[in-house]
């Protein structure tokens, strides 16, 4: 799609572009944020929760960042080469026009396994222009010390616990501890610049123009191998394929772990104190990127998440809350203490900078739907569920059937204390009711008449007790009368009929108190305090939710409309971050698995109601 428009002054000089101006480059095991300046100012090496390189994201001055643009004032434009993730950023000045190509490899052979490699080809397409460069990490997110060696067209930054090397094609000159080039290109002549993770038994390995365009050509050609197995051939094939393709990039490929997202505390308001970090999986987001994945045709990513969860979530543990966190690291790890960087300024000021997620902690009964459920998906439409994952499955129903009335903190994570949401329990009837159906299916051994008793109580609380006579819908928790987007998975989870008519009052009363413009609050924090301080924007997961609750209930136009709507707020790239400010700006964590996935399911489901 058309890439977004921005001045390029030529002097290196400015403080922050805006989140959704950037584009996203990775190698299945970190990534790189890309401006539309040409900058990068986010990369975490080795992996998505390792502490950043490049951070100016979150402080211009402290956090780091690769210049690479024009030297001269240009405006700009960022594409992605098509179905792939290598991202292009183009400059259009009066003497010509140049552009960036950024790219990493996906580790192939066992020797690259522990390689990670950030690569930056520039070309002169048009005319002849001058282009300087500023390579300038900051380790352990600002706050370790390093050195750098530069010899010819090599520069070694070293720091206690992580080692970098930069080889180029043109003269590398240091400045402090920064590295800078400034290098002119006819049309025609290319340049490169490769920054490689070293020590140990990797060594710095050269980049020559050749090279790069060798590993240019691997990459494309990796993207477009995997895309192909995409069975979607709908309407909206362009957004729902770059949908993929970014969630392909939030997968963490030595575990098959996904995260929420690849950052850490980019503001839900500016100013407030809304800042977590996301780097890592939640089982609740990446069980329901499974469900998109195989959606689409993708069943490997799903059985590398089914891999996950037998390695590294035992039901046996039973410590903290439950048999199950709601969050793990990449790894598995289950400790992600949470502290913040007071270093850091904060994305436009907008501090705290936090580290780690206490909200790993919570009890959130939900996320034992959402993973039975994708296990359920993945044994109909992937292949069968070995014995062991159905023990794992059954220990997991019997614990939801002893616990599930017991309040949580619910799928928002709210810190104001524990209420009986109506989401939880909804997703513990989820937990039950795939149980039972596989149990059926496949003849496995459970305790049905327990489960469906379970089952059936659950069910019976939730229309007694999450019903408002006053309001005329389901509500967010018992004992209140507060309206909260997340019942709009009532129907998509199949709890009630999407045309019942408590579920079509329901939806009035969503849209008349929750939904602005087709976007979509999730809850309005004045009526149902969440223990926390400011404003958020649209939460853009629930304003797919939304087009899909509409679809189901047969109201193609308005389902229609609202997609189309929700589509011009993606930015230049088709990319989404948590939230839209009421100015239309993307807020919050960039890009966020949640609004890629429902976008995915949201298409689907419109395209095959439409016909």
Same mark, same amino acid.
């Given at each position: ?352 900078? *936090?580290?780690? @997620? ?6 959130? =009964?939900?996320?034992?739907? &959402?993973?039975? #459920? +994708?296990? !359920? ?59 039972? *159906?596989?149990? @059926? ?6 305790? =049905?008449?327990?489960?469906? &008793?379970?089952? #059936? +109580?659950? !069910? ?79 939460? +853009? ?71």
């Amino acid at each position: 799609m058309d890439g977004t428009t921005r001045e390029q002054s030529g002097s290196g000089a400015r403080r922050y572009v805006p989140i959704a101006d950037h584009g996203l480059i990775g190698d299945l095991r970190s990534v790189a944020l890309v401006g539309v300046d040409g900058t990068i100012d986010w990369y975490c090496c080795p992996s998505f929760d390792s502490p950043s390189v490049f951070g100016a994201i979150l402080d211009a001055e402290r956090g780091g960042c690769f210049e690479l643009a024009a030297a001269v004032p240009a405006r700009t434009k960022q594409f992605y080469f098509p179905d792939t993730n290598v991202l292009i950023t183009r400059f259009y000045t009066e003497d010509g026009v140049g552009e960036v190509q950024d790219f990493m490899p996906v580790a192939g052979e066992p020797s690259d396994e522990g390689r990670h490699r950030l690569i930056r080809r520039v070309l002169c397409v048009r005319g002849a222009l001058p282009f300087r460069t500023r390579v300038a990490p900051r380790f352990g997110y600002g706050s370790v010390p390093h050195t750098v060696h530069v010899t010819g067209d090599l520069a070694v930054f070293d720091c206690a616990d992580l080692s970098l090397a930069l080889t180029a094609t043109v003269p590398l000159e240091a400045d402090g501890p920064d590295v800078r080039a400034d290098f002119k290109l006819a049309e025609g002549e290319t340049a490169v610049f490769a920054l490689d993770q070293v020590g140990g038994e990797l060594t710095p390995r050269r980049c020559a123009c050749a090279e790069a365009e060798e590993q240019f050509a691997a990459t494309v050609r990796y993207w477009r191998n995997w895309l192909s197995s995409s069975r979607y051939r709908g309407r909206w094939r362009e957004m729902v394929h770059r949908s993929a393709l970014t969630l392909k990039l939030l997968t963490y490929a030595p575990t098959g772990a996904i995260v929420a997202a690849p950052t850490t505390s980019l503001p839900e308001s500016f100013g407030g104190e809304r800042n977590w970090d996301y780097r890592y999986m939640w089982v609740r987001d990446a069980a329901f990127c499974v469900y998109a994945m195989l959606r689409l045709g993708f069943t490997e990513e799903a059985k590398a998440f089914m891999g996950f969860v037998s390695r590294h979530i035992s039901p046996g543990d039973c410590k903290g809350a439950g048999p199950l966190q709601i969050m793990y690291g990449i790894d598995g790890r289950t400790d992600l203490p949470e502290r913040e960087l007071s270093h850091l300024e904060g994305h436009e000021g907008s501090a705290p900078v *936090r580290v780690g @997620n206490a909200a790993a902690d919570q009890l959130q =009964l939900d996320v034992y739907g &959402a993973l039975i #459920d +994708s296990i !359920y998906l993945y044994d109909k439409w992937a292949e069968p569920v070995s014995s062991e994952q159905w023990d794992h499955v059954t220990a997991l129903v019997d614990w939801v059937c002893g616990h599930w009335d017991q309040p949580d903190e619910g799928i928002w994570e709210t810190r104001g204390g524990r209420k009986n949401f109506l989401y939880s329990r909804l997703m513990c009837w989820v937990a039950i009711e795939r149980g039972i *159906r596989m149990a @059926n299916r496949r003849g496995l051994p459970a305790d =049905l008449p327990r489960w469906q &008793a379970s089952r #059936d +109580s659950v !069910y019976r609380r939730i229309m007694n007790s999450g019903w408002s006579s006053s309001r005329r819908a389901f509500v967010q928790h018992e004992d209140a009368e507060v309206l909260d987007a997340a019942v709009l998975m009532m129907p998509m989870a199949k709890f009630i009929a999407p045309t019942d008519p408590k579920w079509l009052s329901t939806l009035d009363s969503l849209t008349e108190d929750l939904v602005s413009d087709s976007l979509v609050y999730r809850y309005d924090p004045l009526v149902s305090p969440d223990g926390l301080h400011g404003d958020e924007g649209t939460f +853009s997961i629930c304003s797919f939710w939304y087009v899909e609750a509409l679809t189901r209930a047969g109201r193609l136009d308005e389902a229609s409309l609202a997609f189309e709507k929700m589509l011009t707020y993606g930015n230049h790239l088709g990319l989404y971050a948590e939230q839209i400010s009421h100015t239309g700006e993307q807020q919050g964590n960039f890009p966020q698995a949640f609004t890629h996935l429902a976008l995915i399911s949201a298409a689907f489901n419109l395209d095959r109601a439409l016909g």
